[in-house]
Every structure is written in C-alpha cells, then in structure tokens.
C-alpha cells in the first residue's frame, strides 16, 4: 500500500507511526511545503536532535500534484482545517480513498461536490475523530441504546485546557487552534464535542450558544463556549474552553433510572446507581484510538463497508458547529432542522 500524508505535524506524524505499525510494508509519501525538520514526539515535545523524514521513511514532496503523481492508495489530509476541501478534492480526483482529520472543513463550501466524487468514485472517505474510538465512550453509547439509564433528561460534555500546554512543541499563538484564517477557535479545533453529542444522542435540532474570545490570550477566535444542544435524546449542554486549567474532558447523562459519568482523561464510566457495569481503564494509552480509527479505515479499504466516522457524519456534525459559531455572533438560536 502506498500512502500519501499531507501536512506532517503532530498529527501527520502520529499517523505515519501508527500506519508503519499496522502495515509495515506501506511505502509513505508526505506533501509538505514549510519542510520543518523536528520530530513531534508521543508526547507532543519537539525533538530538534532527529529528522522527521528520515525517521518515518517518507518520500517528501513539495507540490501536491508530484506527491498525487506517486499514486497513493489513499492520502491523509493532516493540513489546517480551511486547507482540508483542497487537498481532498484534489486526491479524490485522482482516486485516492480519503482520510480527512476533524473538522472536514472550516465551511461548509464544496463539500456537496466532494460527496458527489466520492460516491461517483466509490472511495472510501472518513473523518478523524477519534474518541468514537474509546472503549469507555462504545460502552456509554451502547448502553444509551439499550435503554439502561432509562429516559435521558439532560447530559453535559465538558472540555477544558490552556492553549499554551495544549502542543507544547509550538507557539500556540501561530497554531491554526489560535487563527481564525486556519480554520481555528475552540469549536472547530474542539469538534469532538459536537460529534460525541451527535453520535450518541442523535441529530441535533437547534443551538443556542454564548461566550467567545473571553480570556488575555493573544488569539483572534473563540476560547470560551457554553452551546445548549437540543438533540433527538434530549438537552445537552457542551461547554468547552482554551483558558482553563486542569485539563478536563467529561460526559455526564441524567436518566430517568441511572446517571452515567465519564472522565475521559482517566478513562472511567461510572454508573449510579450500578444498573450496569461501568467501565475503568487504568493503563489505556491515548494512542489507541488513533491506532483504531486507522485501523478502521484500512479495514474498509481492504474489506469493504462504511468507516465509524463516514464522510455524511463528518459534514452533519460541521454544520452543528457552524450553527454554534454563528449562534455566538448573532445571540440568538439556530435552528438545523
């Protein structure tokens, strides 16, 4: 197999590694115009002292067209958010199964003609978002569909972090999480939030959303959102910030029968009262779920049926988060259905 990543940051690089792992003999290929040398660690520390080209065996190209010319099987789109539409229409034109990381796009433009060539193409397209991958997060939403906390009342997800920690190897200040031009700001660098709501309590009817750019970080996008969700399941409330310390990641579900709390950090669901078995993953390593949703694409290349993350689900899930932005400029609710 022979793949194509564009964009080899932190997130391009955790890619390459994990593709080495579960099929060894792939030939790796990287488009890439800036040529930063660094490795990006595990960790997310910068490593001067090693070349990351060397390291991953990648064939480097700076112009997309010579790296498509290479003829890879599929392509990982790794860039900033407002680059992904470019690059993904590019490699689905020359028949490459897509890989795209989250969010699909910074705007909703031209993503109808990028489903269009997909399907005309019949390639395989997913979206990276990988908590869909957590065990923790499978067993909630199993245990959502069975019914077993009952009638949802409400549910909250929570995430929190300080930009600066959040990639130590950068200055967060020109990282595209801080630039609006890149496609940033904590809704759309943070659009896991709004996929876990969508993807365990159905599609989302309308947003109301308050907060914005309310901290002194030198950032022209929002850090700061509380979004009322109201979903086919019920109310959920996503708050989310970039000026926050500890971090935090948490859903909490109010049924009628039981309430469910799920601290992703230290990988524990917990069931109250215990109507069912929680679940408690002490040594989980975060790289799991990007090893699984690759594994997953693979898969459906190789085999055949639709990835976790279809490419429908990624726009559905984008255009939540859009309503949540304007929601934020106007004051008002935005109705998607």
């Known amino acids: 197999m022979r793949v194509l990543i564009a964009g080899l940051g932190a997130i391009g690089q955790r890619h390459a590694r994990n593709l080495r792992v579960l099929h060894p003999a792939v030939e790796l290929h990287a488009f890439r115009q800036r040529r930063l040398r660094h490795v990006v660690t595990e960790t997310l520390e910068r490593d001067d002292a090693r ?19 290479a003829r890879p099987d599929a392509v990982f789109i790794c860039t900033p958010s407002a680059l992904h539409v470019d690059v993904a229409l590019r490699a689905a034109a020359a028949g490459c199964h897509l890989f795209i990381e989250k969010p ?69 200040r020109t990282s595209y999480a801080a630039r609006a031009d890149l496609g940033g700001g904590v809704v759309l660098t943070h659009i896991h939030d709004y996929d876990l709501a969508w993807w365990l ?67 524990r669901l917990v069931l109250e009262p215990p109507v069912a078995q929680g ?33 429908a689900d990624g726009v559905a899930v984008l255009q939540v988060a859009l309503a949540v932005k304007e929601s934020l400029r106007s004051g008002r609710p935005v109705p998607l259905t």
């Not at 970080?217 to 086919?232: M, N, P, Y």
């Not at 779920?289 to 459906?300: K, P």
């Open 279 to 311: 679940l408690a993953l002490a040594d989980y390593q975060r790289n799991e779920m990007f090893r699984a949703e690759v594994e997953n694409f693979l898969d459906c290349i190789e085999r055949g049926g639709t990835p976790r993350v279809p490419l």
């Open 51 to 69: 070349d990351v080209e060397a390291e991953l065996g990648v064939t480097a190209h700076e112009d997309l067209d010579a790296a498509l010319t």
């Open 201 to 267: 309590f159905g599609a989302v009817r309308s947003v109301h959303a308050s907060g914005g750019h309310l901290s002194a970080l030198e950032i022209d996008v929002e850090d700061t959102v509380r979004a009322q969700l109201d979903t086919e399941a019920g109310p959920v409330l996503v708050s989310q910030t970039f000026a926050e310390r500890p971090p935090h990641r948490s859903i909490t579900v109010h049924g009628d029968t039981a309430t469910a709390t799920l601290d992703l950090i230290a990988g």
């Open 104 to 172: 699909v796009s910074h705007t909703l433009d031209r993503l109808g003609r990028l489903g269009a060539l997909v399907a005309e193409r019949g390639l395989v397209a997913t979206v990276g978002c990988q908590w869909r991958f957590h065990p923790c997060v499978t067993r909630l939403r199993d245990l959502l569909a069975a019914g077993t906390l009952g009638v949802v009342r409400k549910a909250e997800i929570r995430y929190a972090e300080y930009l600066p920690d959040w990639h130590p190897y950068e200055d967060y």
